[in-house]
């Protein structure tokens, strides 16, 4: 049998397939691509360092990709913020731990120190809302709103570079300690 060949007269090179096949790499590569980056993205630290505040709020948020997100106020010098009047420095954080984001949503109004790195370039807010991811957390008091080392109530000294308080005024007092009460002893 004889095969006769017939010429290719509408100037159509190839098979209709094979653009199908051409996208389907370009696909290909991609997906592949971006699964690259978000790898890069999400294993290698550009930065890393330590932050301390009051962890002012913590929540799993999302309508499909439900992340854990963070707020802290800064604190300047040996008080909670700058002083009276002014504003606190807010940093939002992401958490992508299960163990931190549980010690993080029992410390909520505590003043902590956090241990963060630095991811940019995150494709997508599935994986975290914020470039700072958190990966450790330290309590830094017992209880909410007190600074450690300090009474509650009292103030806290002046910054450098302020004013000292006029001597007239004085220093809160803490309240004297009952005294002990005695039973009478029968003879």
Avoid at 22 to 30: A, D, M, N, S, V
Wanted: charged share 15%; proline share 11%.
């Amino acid at each position: 049998m004889t095969r006769i060949e017939v010429p290719n007269s509408t100037g159509r090179r190839g098979s209709p397939g094979r653009l199908g096949r051409w996208f389907l790499i370009l696909l290909l590569l991609i997906l592949v691509g971006t699964g690259l980056w978000t790898w890069l993205t999400l294993a290698w630290a550009y930065a890393e360092g330590e932050r301390a505040g009051v962890l002012q709020k913590f929540v799993r948020r999302g309508w499909i990709c439900k992340t854990q997100e963070g707020e802290i106020a800064l604190y300047y010098g040996g008080g909670q913020y700058m002083g009276a009047g002014i504003s606190p420095q807010l940093w939002d954080f992401s958490v992508r731990d299960k163990s931190v984001a549980a010690g993080l949503s029992k410390a909520v109004g505590h003043r902590v120190q956090l241990h963060y790195t630095e991811h940019p370039g995150i494709p997508t807010s599935c994986f975290a809302e914020t470039r700072y991811l958190v990966d450790r957390v330290t309590i830094t008091d017992n209880e909410p709103g007190t600074v450690p080392g300090t009474v509650p109530g009292a103030s806290s000294p002046p910054a450098s570079g302020t004013a000292a308080p006029p001597p007239s005024a004085a220093p809160p007092l803490a309240a004297p300690a009952p005294a002990p009460i005695r039973t009478p002893t029968t003879p």
